[in-house]
């Protein structure tokens, strides 16, 4: 018979006060005890403020699923700019053919031909 033991959730506010007393001097190892929390998590926790600040500890696990949808959109925009260049060097490549493939221009001294 396995036990479960569910995941604790902290508040942010929870995780800035532990970092606090960290930053106030007191020694990690010590926060961590009196906490009941893995000294890992309480940096991972520093790490997290110092990296995103007041955007920290957002959500349930989705608080920075904004920069993966920016990651996502500057992918698809550096698609377009690739996809726009070819097709700017195919219609040059048009049209370089299609005037190639025209007839001179004006080239009888008479003038027109008409009956």
Known sequence: MSVTRNRRQFTK?????VIREV????????????????????????????????????????????EAKVAELERIIGQYAAENALLKRALKSLETDRLNALPPRGGSKGGSEKK
């Open 13 to 17: 506010e929870f995780k800035v006060r």
């Open 23 to 66: 930053e106030a001097g007191k020694p990690l190892a010590q926060v961590a005890r009196e906490n009941e929390i893995h000294p890992n998590c309480i940096a991972k926790w520093r790490t997290q403020l110092s990296v995103y600040g007041a955007e920290a500890f957002q959500g349930n696990g989705n608080a920075y699923t904004h």
